[in-house]
């Protein structure tokens, strides 16, 4: 039987307590939320903490969805159910509702969160391509309430490693709106229901007059870490969508990942993946920017 080793429980009610708690027990403490990643880890004694800090009570505070004119703000504890059945954000980036569908299962998104999610840092992580993809930014708390905003590229530092401090902690993503059409879509290659993927892409277009006036492609299992590509963005900008150019972006996706061989698939498959994710992901985007 696969058990952790000894940890002393903690239990958060507010962020500034966290703060305090994180600050105090060093680097021997870890959040838990959900736990879906976590738990398996100390488990499989990949990861040790004498602390675990539970902060689901947090939900109260940084649990949320709010629509401004110029960006979304999601709260760190945002629960993957609530991501895919907000019509709100399904109505502006449709692409976390492609995405909340294939990951895991019911029992998985009624407790995990969109901020746990992306401080696991895994390299097949289905939300931080998500993120990498609408450009998002994450504000990130510390003690005194001093916060910090950083890119998803900054955020990311390596596998399994992010930008967050001991002493500090994720309280909110924040992605931009801008005054164009725009659509944004997801897509996975995974071998069963609700496994890490293969491979998966997500794309976002932005139009204006018929032509792509800014394109993001945000790809996940193929690198160290989720690959925003901003070759592809510069190859899109100022032309109409068309196949010729989906292709394009296919290609410059492919030879700009970095995939390995595993259990999953050969490298070369991955990149083929790649390519053909990109493909499909942009044609959908810009059919629903259109639309």
């Keep these: 039987m696969q058990v952790p080793a000894p940890f002393e429980y903690e239990r958060a009610t507010s962020v ?13 403490a870890r959040l838990v939320a959900g736990g879906h990643s976590l738990l398996p880890m100390m488990k499989l004694r990949l990861a040790n903490f004498e602390y675990l800090i539970d902060i689901n009570d947090l939900h ?17 504890m945002t629960r993957h159910r609530e991501l895919l059945e ?21 029992v998985v998104r009624n407790r995990g969160t969109l901020g746990g999610s992306l401080c696991q840092a895994d390299p097949s992580e289905d939300l931080s391509a998500v993120c990498t993809t609408l450009d998002a930014s ?19 530092v390596g596998p399994y490693e992010t930008a967050v ?32 993927a293969v491979v998966s892409a997500g794309a976002a277009v ?26 592809i963005s510069a190859a899109l900008r100022g032309h109409e969508p068309s196949e010729e150019l989906y292709q394009l972006a296919g290609a ?40």
């Design 60 to 76: 109260g505070e940084l649990g949320y969805i709010r629509l401004s004119d110029d960006e979304v703000r999601i709260g760190a």
């Design 138 to 156: 994450c504000v990130i708390r510390g003690p005194g309430g001093a916060e910090r905003v950083v890119t998803m590229e900054e955020f990311h």
């Design 206 to 231: 932005w139009l204006d007059a018929g032509r792509i006036v800014d394109a993001r492609v945000g790809l996940a299992a193929v690198g160290p870490n989720t690959t925003g590509i901003p070759e």
């Design 165 to 196: 401090a001991d002493n500090e902690i994720l309280i909110e993503i924040r992605l931009p709106r801008k005054n164009f059409k725009v659509g944004s879509a997801y897509a996975k290659v995974e071998r069963r229901a609700g496994d890490w």
């Design 16 to 28: 500034d307590q966290a703060i305090g708690l994180l600050e105090r027990l060093g680097s021997s």
């Design 252 to 291: 410059i996706a492919a030879r700009s990942c970095d995939p390995v061989t595993d259990t999953r698939g050969s490298a070369d498959y991955k990149r083929h993946l790649a390519d053909e994710l990109t493909r499909r992901t942009l044609r959908t985007a810009v059919e629903r920017a259109r639309s």
């Design 86 to 106: 907000s019509d709100v954000l399904a109505g502006v980036f449709p692409i976390f509702a492609d995405a909340e569908r294939v990951i895991a299962d019911p």
